[in-house]
DNA sequence: AATGTGAATCGAAAATTTCGATAGGTTAAC
DNA sequence: GTTAACCTATCGAAATTTTCGATTCACATT
């Protein structure tokens, strides 16, 4: 065997510290309210672990050796460190500096995440979100570690999840501001006839909407399909054409698209979900926090579909930006 | 009371360590070969300690929380540092890096310390000497940590001070190579009527020649006092006066001045003085070695006239510089 | 010599760590 | 679904380490 790697504790190295500062084991006993014995016992120990008398007899008291006085050195800073990893972590937005995963789609994109920047870039300029697509692997995302935060309109059943409402959407009908559908209310039947944009995301996912329509035994007049609801305006207008997107989507292109609420009633319940891994940890607890702050009042945490944990409300900030 | 600063002992943080790199608690108790029930307590403790539940369940096996991979990645770090600080100090003279305290007056810097510096530039160009007169305080300086290492002829009787034999001296007289003395061996009649240059190294240090006179009764017909023999050959020449100096002083100014035995005969010690401060440091033995090695073939190390204590002596090189 | 100061040592008590066994909880297979 | 396999958590007992008070030892000062 080359050299038996000793093992000590922090406690012996401030032990060694204190003796070196006060040039006494008697009185660094005393400091630390321990016996004498104690302390000439720990550094017995020390002597082992660094095979050096350390201390040696010099008239009245004690004299650190050479290889003492460097070992304090380095053990201070060992110290020094060691205090600092295990001091509680006071997370200050304003200076902390990390990366959180979030894992999403265009929907939360476009409806959550540009509020949530603004704030971060206010309040915590050091947060760097690495966004991904979630399609349908979210779950697995989180899971994997991938990301540290799934948003969407998911619903996830098994255990080891927590999970916190963010809000609830439904769907309304957009067409050219000229369309004669968007003078009154839509009834179901016209919905029904009227030629539509279907988004389809991708991926074989199916808008609630259509789904609902289908159990009710209606098929949509399907004029064309797009994988995403960016830019529907643009395909719209001019058109005799309409779509069914989210009521949140549809205000992102307020102006120019005229909007009516669909006959068919479908909520989308968006959700926030993460996992244990990351669920005490301070800087995710805070932007989980001003996530669900941000998204509206509805807020109200669950693990499980069982235990409610209601994280700390975010005080959203009254400046103006 | 803030907050409680934990102890933790650097197998704990290894503990941790391993348990994230290999992701399973078991097969971390199985590679330390522990039981499994330890390793879940060592990281109870870590728990407590970092306020953090560090590994959370994940179906399978187990994932770290954010903060457990913080911990790892600084705990890393400590434990390489600190293992680096325990390792054993292997001293190799070329890349060391250190300064050592030299005591002694103008006959040890003329004699001894020139064919230290030039081993020293060669071999270990790395240590620096500090060299400081040591006048009568040189025990003082050693015990006040002031220098490492103490040379020169002193007699030190208390205990906790080693000395090492460095060898013997004796005195030569010089003069003028016209000086009529010059052309035989000097008898001590001629000696005492002689006008003398007497060194007298200031702080009422006397020569021991000089004593040995006085207790024979006999007084020096003192021409001349200065207070160290540097230069001496520079005063002799083309004067009728004779100087007595230690034969290696005497060797310094070879070739200008003439010498001849002193026929009062006085052997000077020379010794050379540390203490268990530096006793055990492998750069001082190496240095101590190197200065006994050089200064002679009387090696011979004593702690306390009692105890013999022989250094390791130390291999002279045969490269040529 | 006697005294004082401070570290080392000793035996017993206290606290901590370790172990084997077992319980609790989740995943994969049948 | 039930079982089997595989984890970690927990428990009580045993082993080890740490602490303490008292004493001894070493050195320095009076």
């Given at each position: 065997m080359p050299f038996e790697l000793p093992n000590l504790d922090f406690a012996s190295l401030r032990t060694l510290r204190l003796v070196h500062e006060l040039g006494s084991f008697s009185r660094a006993a005393e400091t630390l309210g321990l016996a004498q014995s104690t302390v000439s016992y720990t550094l017995a120990r020390l002597r082992e672990a660094f095979d050096d008398p350390l201390f040696v007899r010099q008239g009245q008291g004690i004299v650190p050796t050479t290889r003492c006085s460097e070992i304090v050195a380095q053990a201070g800073e060992l110290l020094d460190r060691f205090e600092e990893l295990a001091a509680p972590r006071d997370f200050e937005p304003a200076v902390a500096s990390l990366e959180i995963g979030i894992s999403c789609n265009y929907y939360e994109r476009v409806t959550i995440l540009p509020q949530i920047v603004r704030v971060l870039r206010c309040e915590a300029p050091g947060i760097r979100l690495k966004v991904i697509s979630s399609t349908v692997q979210g779950k697995g995302q989180l899971t994997r570690s991938q990301s540290d935060i799934?948003?969407?309109?998911?619903?996830?059943?098994?255990?080891?999840?927590?999970?916190?409402?963010?809000?609830?959407?439904?769907?309304?009908?957009?067409?050219?501001?000229?369309?004669?559908?968007?003078?009154?209310?839509?009834?179901?039947?016209?919905?029904?006839?009227?030629?539509?944009?279907?988004?389809?995301?991708?991926?074989?996912?199916?808008?609630?909407?259509?789904?609902?329509?289908?159990?009710?035994?209606y098929q949509p007049n399907t004029a064309m399909?797009?994988?995403?609801?960016?830019?529907?305006d643009r395909i719209l207008l001019g058109t005799d054409l309409i779509a069914t997107v989210p009521r949140r989507i549809a205000q992102t292109y307020q102006g120019d698209v005229a909007s009516v609420a669909c006959p068919v009633s479908a909520e989308i319940p968006i959700d926030m979900f993460w996992t244990a891994r990351t669920h005490s940890s301070a800087p995710h607890v805070w932007l989980r926090s001003l996530i669900a702050t941000v998204s509206g009042r509805e807020a109200e945490s669950l693990q499980d579909a069982r235990s409610s944990d209601t994280e700390d409300t975010h005080a959203f900030p009254d400046q103006s930006f």
């Amino acid at each position: 065997m080359p050299f038996e790697l000793p093992n000590l504790d922090f406690a012996s190295l401030r032990t060694l510290r204190l003796v070196h500062e006060l040039g006494s084991f008697s009185r660094a006993a005393e400091t630390l309210g321990l016996a004498q014995s104690t302390v000439s016992y720990t550094l017995a120990r020390l002597r082992e672990a660094f095979d050096d008398p350390l201390f040696v007899r010099q008239g009245q008291g004690i004299v650190p050796t050479t290889r003492c006085s460097e070992i304090v050195a380095q053990a201070g800073e060992l110290l020094d460190r060691f205090e600092e990893l295990a001091a509680p972590r006071d997370f200050e937005p304003a200076v902390a500096s990390l990366e959180i995963g979030i894992s999403c789609n265009y929907y939360e994109r476009v409806t959550i995440l540009p509020q949530i920047v603004r704030v971060l870039r206010c309040e915590a300029p050091g947060i760097r979100l690495k966004v991904i697509s979630s399609t349908v692997q979210g779950k697995g995302q989180l899971t994997r570690s991938q990301s540290d935060i799934l948003l969407g309109a998911v619903q996830i059943q098994e255990a080891g999840y927590f999970r916190r409402s963010l809000f609830k959407e439904d769907y309304v009908c957009i067409m050219d501001p000229q369309n004669p559908l968007a003078q009154a209310p839509l009834d179901l039947e016209s919905f029904v006839r009227a030629p539509q944009v279907i988004v389809n995301y991708g991926d074989g996912y199916r808008a609630r909407f259509l789904v609902e329509m289908e159990t009710a035994g209606y098929q949509p007049n399907t004029a064309m399909e797009v994988p995403s609801p960016a830019s529907m305006d643009r395909i719209l207008l001019g058109t005799d054409l309409i779509a069914t997107v989210p009521r949140r989507i549809a205000q992102t292109y307020q102006g120019d698209v005229a909007s009516v609420a669909c006959p068919v009633s479908a909520e989308i319940p968006i959700d926030m979900f993460w996992t244990a891994r990351t669920h005490s940890s301070a800087p995710h607890v805070w932007l989980r926090s001003l996530i669900a702050t941000v998204s509206g009042r509805e807020a109200e945490s669950l693990q499980d579909a069982r235990s409610s944990d209601t994280e700390d409300t975010h005080a959203f900030p009254d400046q103006s930006f």
